[in-house]
């Protein structure tokens, strides 16, 4: 089974940017579709951004739709998520996830191997 491993979070003022990836254990490319999540204190866990398995569709929670950016590095095995404009509601865990399905949905349940997270923390 494909073991993923987060890494990029830190400390950044509101508005500020932050580059979080996602190492891989084996190749990804046209195997699995790659998401992004986040859970904040108290909450659920909540979709941020999905990358298909051939890297030709994305598509992003509307919270972050247009200051998050999700790309895969097919060559590394990897999966970046861009995150400007950065607000304090978006302080959480990240977790990197993938998905045997070709362009998977918002759902939990559809990714089948997740990573322990990183967090990312947002002060205002």
């Known amino acids: 089974q494909v073991q993923l491993v987060e890494s990029g979070g830190g400390l950044v003022q509101a508005g500020g940017s932050l580059r979080l990836s996602c190492a891989a254990s084996e190749r990804t490319s046209g195997t699995y579709a790659m998401g992004w999540f986040r859970q904040a204190p108290g909450k659920e866990r909540d979709f941020v951004a999905v990358?298909?398995?051939?890297?030709?569709?994305?598509a992003y929670a509307d919270s972050v739709k247009g200051r998050f950016t999700i790309s895969r590095d097919n060559a590394k095995n990897s999966v970046s998520l861009q995150m400007n404009s950065l607000k304090p509601e978006d302080t959480a865990v990240y977790y990197c996830?993938?998905?045997?399905?070709?362009?998977?949905?918002?759902?939990?349940?559809?990714?089948?191997?997740w990573g322990q997270g990183t967090q990312v923390t947002v002060s205002s």
């Open positions: 996830a993938a998905s045997r399905a070709v362009f998977p949905g918002t759902l939990l349940r559809e990714y089948s191997y």
């Open positions: 990358i298909s398995r051939s890297g030709g569709s994305t």
